[in-house]
Every structure is written in C-alpha cells, then in structure tokens.
C-alpha cells in the first residue's frame, strides 16, 4: 500500500500534478487528490498525443479495411471503452466482446473479425507508452498501464508456428489475434482456485493483472504435478492409469487397456467434405486429422452415432509413420474381463469409407510421463522429448523399450490459455 502511495505521488509529480493534499492520512484518495490526477491526465494527454496517433495509425495499417467496418460507439460498441471493461475484470464486457467475434466468425465475416482483432492490438501493441506504465502495479490505476499488460500477456501467450517451415509476418499476427481471443476467454472463464483470487477483488472476473501473474508463474514452470493434472478438462474420459514410481522430471504410470479411432496425419482424404467435422481453425497443424476424428466421433460414422468426446488427442510417430488418435468413450474398452467384453471394441460404429479412419485397441502397460504447459510447439516437443529420453538413460531402475515411439498427448483445446494447459510426452519402459 505504501509503495502504491509513493509511486503515485511519483507519477503525479512527473506529469506536472499537485501531490499535496492527494491522499486522507487512511490512505485513501480525496477528493481533490483525484482532481489533481484527472488534471495530470489531461496534461498527459497532450504530452503522449504522437503515442495515441502511432497506435491510431497502427491499427489502420494492420487491417486490409477501413476501421469503419468495426462498429462504432453510436451502435453501442465502442471497443476501446469494452475492452478498458474487460481488462478491469468485467465479464460482461469480455463476453460482449468476444459475443461479437463468435458471430462474425458465424456470419463468415472474416474480414470484419480480423479487422476488429487488428483493432485491439493496435490499442495494445503501441510503442510508445508512459515510462510507468511498465510498472505492473499500475494497471490497477491507469487505462494504459491496462493495455501494457495485456500487451505482455500476449507476448507470453502467443503461441510459436506448429511447424518447422517458414513464419510469415501474416501468421505471426493471425497467432497473436487468437492470444487476443484466449486472454478474452481467461477473464470469463476463471478456474476454481482463480475464484479464490478473484474474491479479494470487487471484479466478477480475473483482471489483466491477474492473468499476468498466472501466466508469469506457468512460464517460470512453478508448477506441481498435482496443479498439471488439474489442467485436464471436466467431465471427458481419460485412460485409466495407477502411478507408481516418481522422479523428479517425470513419473511411470501402468495403464489399463483402452480404445482408440486413429488417421494417417500424413495422407490426404479423398471425401474430406464428406467425412470430416469442420474445424475453427483449419490453418493449424494437424487440423486436417483433428476434423477427421471429430466427424467420426460425433456421427459422421456408418451408424450416425455421435459419441462422448473424450481426452487426450494422442500423436505418435514419425514422417509417412505419423498417425494421430481420439481415446473412445470407456464403452467402448476391454475391461479385462474377457469373457464379459472382448469384443467391446467390435460394438464401436464403423467408419465411412475412404476417411480413413481406423479402430485400435491399446493394451496400455507401464510408460514413462513427462508434463508440461504451454503450447506444444514442434520445438517445444521436440526438446521435451530428448530431455525424458536423457533422464531415463541415467535412471537405474527404468529404461525405454527398443525402438519404442515417444508418444505427445494433449488434454486441451486451441483456445485455452497456454497456463491452463496440459500436454505430456511418453515413452513405453521397462
């Protein structure tokens, strides 16, 4: 409280405001005190006119359209206000916000969408801001110290490119447009610890500063096994596993049996507008085989059967090799009892011809797991595997199984936020 004091007496004074007579001897604001700060702002606003004109300017430059396709604030929309809201922890505003997003990209107003998230990040990718507004504890106080803060979360949040080719600027803005729409998302959706944390302040929602903390926590990897695992989604079917040996970096799980539907990742489909389920975003890696497990799945099948989705997608192999699988509902699995379900697998709906789609059982057995958050990039992955391959040629008791794949599962979908998220590399040991 001191310190929040003392840095604003600071920034008073910097700005050409009068401190004295700012704060009660409780430590509240007077009345005069936020005139005096009212007063310094519209000083300020003068003196920081080049920012708001380069953040003006950069939001007409990162769109193809004129900022009038947005709605304006004679329609009831005024972004920049909503977003000020949103950024304070009002889920209201959040949802309007994202309300309109979700019913351009139903309306197949791409264009509009696009424009409208380029809006944003002009407001919050600006260059020049306030010297401190890069103090953290000033987004409590200042619009734009708001705005900075987001401006971090982004930077930590956007994801890296899926794959190893070449990162156009395009694609580099189309990512952090969605970071745009995941931080949006994290206001609304607060977890139930979060609900702990969101109690001592008088926002419905997690404010910006809030989700900062989070995200800067989940990237220093401060994060038990016991937090990781809570990261898999409510109420979807996971295969059933005990633990029983744990390392510092990674712990060995025996897995009961279960069944999955599987594609090639790496073969086109000839009937794909026939077979496959509609993704939202068809430009990332993997998306192609994701709509093909989810069209299976929720009824593009020779039976019409749409069925429970479940979690993790799991990815194994290599190259040609390369083959991504859906966990199918329990009904589905063995459940050791050969004479009461063998053939549970047989009872699963047959795939259409030509999606490619094929049924397998796993018999499980005894893996080594490594977890992890964030986004899991090809990089990431790639490092995650070696460092579980390098611990466990050290390890003493447990080995991996010759010529055995590294198998990466993940629990989440594209839009959560990259601290809420679970993702595990693992490898079959004995």
């Known amino acids: 409280m001191l310190f929040s004091r003392v840095l604003l007496l600071a920034i008073l004074t910097l700005q050409g405001g009068d401190p004295v007579g700012a704060f009660a001897p409780s430590g509240v604001l007077t009345d005069s005190g936020r005139e005096a700060l009212v007063a310094s702002n519209n000083n300020a606003k003068s003196s920081n006119a080049a920012a708001i004109d380069e953040r003006h300017n950069y939001a007409t430059a990162s769109s193809s359209l004129s900022l009038s396709t947005v709605p304006t604030e004679s329609e009831d929309f005024n972004i920049s206000e909503l977003l000020n809201k949103a950024l304070k922890g009002d889920t209201e505003a959040a949802s309007t916000v994202l309300d309109k997003i979700g019913a351009m990209r139903q309306e197949g107003a791409q264009e509009d969408m696009t424009n409208l998230l380029n809006t944003i990040l002009g407001l919050t990718d600006a260059e020049k801001m306030p010297f401190w507004t890069k103090f953290r504890i000033t987004s409590k106080l200042s619009k734009r110290s708001r705005l900075v803060s987001l401006h971090r979360v982004l930077n930590i949040s956007t994801p890296a490119p899926s794959s190893d080719g070449e990162d156009t600027e395009e694609a580099k803005q189309d990512r952090r447009r969605r970071a745009v729409v995941v931080a949006l998302r994290s206001i609304v959706n607060a977890s139930d610890n979060e609900e702990e944390e969101q109690s001592k302040s008088t926002s419905k929602g997690l404010s910006i500063s809030r989700i900062e903390k989070l995200a800067r926590k989940d990237l220093k990897q401060n994060v038990s096994s016991e937090d990781m695992k809570s990261r898999i989604p409510e109420g979807l079917e996971t295969p059933k596993y005990d633990v029983i040996a744990k390392r510092p970096t990674f712990e060995i799980r025996e897995y009961e049996s279960f069944s999955v539907c599987s594609v090639p990742m ?84 047959s795939p259409l011809e030509n999606s490619l789609v094929q049924l ?71």
């Open 266 to 349: 790496m073969k086109s489909r000839p009937d794909a507008a026939t077979t496959d389920r509609k993704v939202s975003q068809p430009q990332l890696a993997g998306a192609s085989s994701f709509g093909a497990l989810a069209g299976y799945l929720f009824g593009k099948n020779e039976e019409q059967k749409a069925m429970k989705m479940t979690t993790p997608v799991l990815t194994t192999g290599e190259g040609d090799q390369k083959e991504m699988a859906f966990v199918l509902p329990s009904e589905y699995w063995d459940s050791g009892n050969a004479d009461a379900d063998a053939d549970a697998l047989s009872k699963a709906p």
């Open 360 to 430: 397998k059982k796993n018999e499980g057995g005894q893996r080594a797991v490594s977890m992890f958050g964030g986004f899991a990039s090809s990089k990431e992955v790639e490092a995650k595997k070696k460092e579980l391959l390098a611990k466990l040629a050290s390890d003493s008791e447990w080995k991996p199984v010759d010529d055995a794949a590294v198998a990466l599962a993940q629990y989440n979908d594209p839009f959560t936020p990259p601290w809420k998220r679970l993702s595990e590399v693992s490898v079959p040991v004995s």
